[in-house]
C-alpha cells in the first residue's frame, strides 16, 4: 500500500504565505509524477499544480500561476506547494496525489492519480 500524508494547512490571513507538504511512504511504485489538488466547499476537485518526477517539469492551473511553486524531494520522498500571496479564494481542502501514468498530457486531470492523501486545510481570511 502506499500512504501519502499532507500536513502544512491553517488559517492565515491574505496575502501570506503557506508551504505545505506530502510525505509519499509504502511500497515501491513506479511514480511519474506528484500533484497537488484542491476542492473548496460545493465546488468540484481542481487541478492546483503537477510535477514531473523524473524531470521535473511542472504545470500550473492558471488561477496560481506566479504565486504558486510545486517542487519535490527525492530523498525525502516529498513533494512541496509554497503558496504566496494567498487570496480568500484559495481556500480550499488541498490534496496531494502521486500518478503511476505516464501521460504527461493528462497531469492536470485527477482520474489520472493513482494515490491521495487525505487532505489538508487551508483557509485564507480577508
Known amino acids: 500500500q502506499v500512504q501519502l500524508v499532507e500536513s502544512g494547512g491553517g488559517l492565515v490571513q491574505a496575502g501570506a504565505s503557506v508551504k505545505l507538504s506530502c510525505a509519499v511512504s509504502?511500497?515501491?511504485?513506479?511514480?511519474?509524477?506528484m500533484g497537488w489538488f484542491r476542492q473548496a466547499p460545493g465546488k468540484e476537485r481542481e487541478f492546483v499544480a503537477t510535477?514531473?518526477?523524473?524531470?521535473?517539469?511542472?504545470r500550473y492551473a492558471d488561477s496560481v500561476k506566479g504565486r504558486f511553486t510545486i517542487s519535490g524531494d527525492n530523498a525525502k520522498n516529498t513533494v512541496y506547494l509554497q503558496m504566496n500571496s494567498l487570496k480568500p479564494e484559495d481556500t480550499a481542502v488541498y490534496y496531494c496525489?502521486?500518478?503511476?501514468?505516464?501521460?504527461?498530457?493528462?497531469?492536470?486531470?485527477?482520474?489520472?492519480?493513482?494515490?491521495w492523501g487525505q487532505g489538508t486545510q487551508v483557509t485564507v481570511s480577508s
Open positions: 496525489a502521486a500518478s503511476g501514468n505516464q501521460r504527461e498530457s493528462s497531469w492536470h486531470y485527477s482520474y489520472e492519480y493513482d494515490y
Open positions: 509504502g511500497r515501491p511504485f513506479s511514480r511519474y509524477a
Open positions: 510535477i514531473s518526477w523524473s524531470s521535473g517539469n511542472t
